[in-house]
């Protein structure tokens, strides 16, 4: 199978930059699987495609205001850090722009010395291991001093940090949002429990290798970055009962989605209690275990993403779809509209 197969015309305009003013107001696209025929409501009404024993599950990761910028203790120099994965207590590995500025012994200092970080070890393509020293308590201080690192396709600064968070965000440790998340609101979650709707929640901390662009012509021969996951008992218990009582598992994101095919594929398609590291990519020919329908955004032409949809719903129809977006002028990507598959 081609990366080519999953291209489209997309407007570089239709790339939403900010958030709209109110979460739940965002367009919603309606795309059932089987015939492939679409409905176009708002998302504020995904309650009208709900059914009471329904399960919808979410990822609470929280985004870690991970982007920092400093300057080399010993030159002045102006340096870019982003992090990555928590090593140890006050290690990380980051990445750092320029790189070749910063080598096993430099010192970076953010917000006037309030952070300072020493390269304790280097990675390639960027990467070093970075240890931080601080007055306080470290999350707080990065609150204070770090951005919010949006995707390489939005070029515009972010006025509220917590409109790149979910409403319910919790688990800290994300590189970037379950964007599908970023719709609901806390009136409209309380909207969907009150008709009937289970309500579940996973963690996956979305990793840089989200926006990572396929480099290999055949799907299959590419390597998909691996991210940490946890299901706990309490969900995986609540998703087999829904099952069981004949109700759907309706994921919410891509995050939801790998999270949740992954514990099925590894415990015989039951959900069991587990966390860990999972590569799983999803692409046409996958059986789904876990899930019957998922919320989701718009995604980039080529991505990983727009293969997993395909996978679920079918090729021929998610592109239709999205050609009637595009024609339709639905906005795309992390700041945009939604869809609903069923």
């Known amino acids: 199978m081609k990366v080519e197969d999953f291209d489209f015309d997309l407007p570089e305009e239709l790339i939403a930059q900010t958030p709209l003013e109110e979460r739940a107001t965002s367009r919603l696209m309606v795309l059932n699987k089987e015939s492939g025929k679409t409905a176009h409501s708002v998302f504020k009404n995904i309650t009208d495609y709900l059914?009471?024993?329904?399960c919808l599950v979410l990822n609470d990761t929280r985004v870690l205001p991970a982007r920092l910028y400093g300057l080399k203790a010993d030159t002045g120099a102006k340096i870019e850090v982003l992090l990555l994965k928590q090593e140890a207590s006050d290690q990380w590995e980051t990445l750092v722009k320029p790189a070749k500025r910063i080598k096993t012994g430099s010192t970076i200092e953010f917000g006037d010395g309030r952070l300072k970080a020493v390269c304790v070890g280097e990675?390639?393509?960027?990467?070093?291991?970075l240890e931080?020293?601080?007055?306080?308590i470290f999350y707080e201080v990065l609150d204070e001093l770090g951005e919010m690192p949006l995707p390489p396709y939005i070029k515009e600064q972010l006025e509220e940090k917590d409109r790149y968070q979910t409403v319910f965000a919790k688990e800290r440790g994300s590189a970037a949002a379950p964007t599908a998340g970023l719709?609901?609101?806390e009136e409209l979650l309380e909207e969907i429990r009150e008709m009937g709707v289970h309500i579940a929640f996973i963690?996956?901390?979305?990793?840089?290798?989200t926006f990572r662009p396929v480099s290999v012509d055949s799907i299959e021969e590419h390597d998909m970055h691996a991210e940490f996951y946890q299901v706990t008992e309490g969900t995986a218990r609540l998703i087999?009962?829904?099952k069981e009582k004949g109700g759907r598992i309706i994921s919410v994101g891509t995050t939801s989605t790998r999270?949740?095919?992954?514990?099925a594929r590894?415990?015989?398609?039951?959900?069991e209690a587990a966390s860990g590291w999972t590569d799983i990519f999803i692409y046409p020919g996958f059986t789904f275990q876990a899930i019957d329908g998922m919320i989701t955004n718009f995604h980039l032409p080529k991505s990983t993403l727009i293969m997993l949809i395909s996978a679920l719903a079918g090729q021929e129809n998610v592109l239709k779809a999205y050609k009637e977006a595009v024609d339709e002028r639905y906005r795309f990507f992390s700041f945009g509209d939604a869809m609903f598959i069923y």
Do not use: A, Q, W
């Open 51 to 54: 059914k009471p024993g329904d």
């Open 123 to 129: 990675k390639e393509h960027g990467g070093r291991i």
């Open 132 to 136: 931080f020293s601080y007055d306080g």
């Open 183 to 185: 719709h609901f609101t």
């Open 203 to 209: 963690t996956l901390h979305v990793g840089l290798g």
């Open 240 to 242: 087999n009962e829904v």
């Open 259 to 263: 999270t949740l095919e992954t514990v």
């Open 266 to 271: 590894d415990h015989g398609g039951k959900m």
